[in-house]
């Protein structure tokens, strides 16, 4: 199904990440955190989650990052300096922040569901500049710690969107990428890009191997991202969940780093 499925994309010139990411879909910010970081990251994020162990099952924290210390990853200049090249120096963060644990994601986009369940095409605007942002905590290697993606696929058809429609992809995910992160980058990659979790060669068999993962939605300061905003409301609707509130706290503390969340 991949087609010629390559684990890295092939040597090019350095190039601006602003470009990388307009040109290929996503990018990786090499070094953002040091290991140590990462590390105390790993600690917190398996406090912060209910009890597991091998073989681990998939579970996840929508709430984790409101709190010490991951929040500090909001304190990282090194971290939200590319942000505002991205996406403007007016950047808004969306409450939609998971840490994930143990999850293996199969192909999808950011805009599967409401372009498959909801009909809705509001990510196809041209100001629609939404970024899913994920720190893994762990190097992608045969535990699968991070992420495969379809190089520009952000300009093509979701495939899935399709195929939940009653359509049909031939060779949907030819060219996919495995991103050969390292624990400490941080990955940038437009809503619309087909990607998954890197699959697993070898089942992780202790805490240390066990894959996690932040993830963070941020984009421009227009009214695309609000209207995906908006459109997180109706999705939580349709699922008969609520979205936890933002504390107060965190409100104040993100506004003392000069960042925005809405």
């Known amino acids: 199904m991949l087609g010629l499925f390559r684990t890295s994309a092939p040597a090019k010139p350095e190039i601006s990440i602003g470009?990388?990411?307009c040109q290929n879909g996503f990018?990786?910010?090499?070094?953002?955190?040091?290991?140590?970081?990462?590390?105390?990251?790993?600690?917190?994020?398996?406090?912060?989650?209910?009890?597991?162990?091998?073989?681990?099952?998939?579970q996840f924290s929508?709430?984790?990052?409101?709190?010490?210390?991951l929040?500090?990853?909001?304190?990282?200049?090194?971290?939200?300096?590319?942000?505002?090249?991205?996406l403007g120096d007016d950047f808004v963060f969306v409450n939609e922040f998971a840490l994930h644990d143990s999850n293996y994601a199969g192909w999808h986009t950011d805009t599967t569901s409401p372009e498959a369940k909801a009909g809705h095409e509001f990510h196809w605007s041209p100001t629609y500049l939404v970024v899913q942002v994920a720190i893994d905590l762990q190097d992608n290697g045969k535990n699968g710690g991070g992420l495969d993606v379809v190089p520009r696929s952000h300009?093509?058809?979701?495939?899935?969107?399709?195929t939940m429609r009653g359509g049909k992809v031939a060779a949907p995910y030819q060219g996919a990428v495995t991103i050969e992160s390292k624990a400490g980058d941080v990955v940038v990659f437009h809503l619309r890009t087909s990607h998954r979790a890197t699959v697993s060669k070898s089942p992780a068999r202790n805490d240390s191997e066990?894959?996690?993962?932040?993830?963070?939605?941020?984009?421009?300061?227009?009214?695309?991202?609000r209207r995906y905003r908006e459109w997180l409301n109706e999705y939580d609707q349709m699922n008969r969940v609520k979205r936890p509130p933002i504390p107060a706290e965190f409100l104040e503390f993100m506004s003392s780093v000069g960042l925005q969340i809405i």
């Open 19 to 21: 470009r990388d990411f």
């Open 27 to 58: 990018v990786r910010i090499p070094e953002v955190f040091s290991r140590e970081e990462i590390a105390a990251f790993r600690v917190a994020a398996i406090g912060a989650l209910p009890s597991n162990s091998p073989p681990y099952r998939p």
């Open 62 to 69: 929508s709430t984790a990052l409101f709190r010490e210390p």
């Open 71 to 86: 929040r500090q990853v909001f304190h990282n200049p090194r971290f939200t300096g590319p942000l505002r090249s991205l």
């Open 155 to 162: 300009l093509a058809d979701d495939p899935l969107a399709i």
């Open 210 to 225: 066990r894959k996690l993962a932040l993830f963070m939605v941020a984009g421009a300061n227009n009214a695309s991202t």
